[in-house]
């Protein structure tokens, strides 16, 4: 399909003037409390991948210097696109992230570390970083619901890129063509990523989405430096040329009426979202019948749409390739009831029983459930036992979509408290309010967590 180039142009000039219009005062209610939610849970989230030894790792190795702006689980202060770089690496390095199936992807991970970054260098308000904040995040879904990437293409590092740019631009005081601008230039910057990196195990894909914020933040200035200059939509090339399909009339769908934050997911699973249906059904099993080991049952046919059909290694040589292998997943939930990051640890991953167990699972691509897309993500689970019993389930969609089984604050917070821990989940909830209440700059508001991350990741080194 040939891209709309004119249409491209028009509707990143709209998205533009939305930007630079736009102000927390346009939320209703309920947005306002899906915004506290997504700024919650991101922040546990973010603190928690910071946390982990290969991020405090990347962190010491990067030769960086001093500078005004956190990188959570270091002491040090870094300078803006090294910190949002950091974080937002750090911030899916544990598959738990905001997402939304109809974007495919995860807008909150492509944009709050370029916001949070910049405002702390600019010593910018709350209320200006948050409105900067939502206005990135519906522009990046837009695009992602816009984009049909190719088979083989992740949707990390892409169309995520023009979010953080119209962030960045928007905090950085541009008006509605140095936004337009900004966008534009996003679209020039989209990486190509291959799928096989993340099923691999490899830990670069994680930093396709630190370079989206990076990326994000050099479009802005370089908006900024350029002047008035005209809308090329290179995004009708890059977004839908080499790496897919755009649809520029998805662009404006009920722009300014309708919100992303509305509509996404929230993931209790420490692995890719299209796992956690076979994941919810695995952990009904284990409910009803404890735990499940290889000797119990002869196979698992696990059918799922064409996105899903991939994850089926059974090499799981790192935490991520046991987070991105269905087979791994339903094999840890069957055997002990739960899906969390200390499940695809090393140890873990490595027991016998666990391969054993995998190795009984097969992934098939059923077409039907392609037709179901996006709306459901449908996946239907077949066990035979050794008896000769039979067991099918269906999931329409995995728990904590906002569709079926959403997550209340609640459990937000009650996520937190299991990835970080009672003291470091309350200073990021303390986060999420002086954010919210819009009384404390952006650096007074993360202070506590940061310093709280800081003396966490010194206790991990003792």
């Not at 989230?45 to 005004?68: H, Q, T, Y």
Request: glycine letters at 10%; aromatic letters at 6%; a negative charge.
């Amino acid at each position: 399909m040939r891209a709309d180039v004119a249409g491209i142009r028009d509707a990143i000039e709209r998205l533009g003037s939305f930007a630079a219009d736009f102000s927390l005062t346009d939320l209703g209610k309920p947005t306002l409390a899906s915004l506290r939610k997504v700024l919650h849970d991101s922040l546990a989230v973010m603190v928690s991948g910071g946390l982990l030894p290969e991020s405090r790792a990347i962190a010491n190795a990067l030769p960086a210097p001093d500078g005004r702006s956190s990188v959570f689980g270091s002491a040090k202060r870094f300078g803006v696109v090294d910190a949002a770089w950091l974080n937002g690496t750090a911030m899916v390095a544990l598959e738990l992230d905001e997402g939304n199936k109809s974007i495919r992807g995860h807008a909150s991970a492509h944009v709050l570390p370029a916001v949070l970054a910049l405002a702390e260098e600019l010593g910018a308000g709350a209320p200006e970083a948050l409105s900067a904040f939502v206005a990135g995040h519906e522009v990046a879904s837009r695009f992602g619901a816009a984009v049909r990437l190719k088979p083989g293409v992740h949707p990390h590092g892409n169309w995520g890129a023009v979010g953080a740019a119209a962030a960045a631009a928007k905090l950085m005081g541009a008006d509605a063509q140095g936004i337009a601008a900004a966008i534009d230039n996003a679209g020039a910057l989209a990486l190509a990523t291959p799928f096989s990196v993340a099923t691999n195990g490899m830990w670069i894909r994680n930093a396709w989405v630190g370079a989206s914020n990076a990326s994000g933040i050099w479009a802005a200035a370089v908006a900024a430096g350029s002047g008035n200059t005209p809308i090329f939509a290179p995004a009708a090339e890059s977004l839908g040329g080499i790496l897919g399909d755009i649809d520029a009339q998805v662009l404006l769908d009920g722009l300014a009426r309708s919100w992303f934050l509305d509509s996404g997911y929230f993931k209790i699973h420490s692995s890719c979202s299209y796992t956690h249906p076979a994941a919810d059904l695995a952990l009904g099993i284990f409910a009803e019948r404890g735990e499940v080991r290889s000797e119990d049952l002869d196979s698992i046919l696990v059918e799922t749409h064409h996105l899903g059909a991939g994850l089926r290694s059974l090499e799981w040589p790192t935490r991520l390739a046991a987070m991105f292998s269905i087979p791994c997943v339903v094999a840890t939930a069957l055997g002990v009831g739960h899906c969390l990051p200390v499940d695809f640890g090393l140890e873990q991953r490595s027991l016998q029983e666990r391969h054993d167990l995998g190795a009984k699972v097969e992934v098939a691509h059923n077409p039907e459930f392609d037709r179901e897309l996006p709306v459901r993500r449908m996946t239907r689970m077949t066990i035979i036992w050794k008896s000769g019993e039979k067991t099918v389930l269906e999931a329409e969609n995995p728990v904590g979509d906002s569709a079926y089984r959403p997550l209340d604050q609640g459990a937000i917070e009650a996520k937190a408290e299991r990835l970080l821990g009672p003291e470091l989940a309350a200073r990021a909830s303390e986060a999420t309010e002086l954010l919210l209440s819009g009384g404390t700059p952006v650096r007074g508001s993360l202070s506590g967590l940061r310093a709280a991350a800081a003396l966490e990741a010194e206790n991990l080194e003792v």
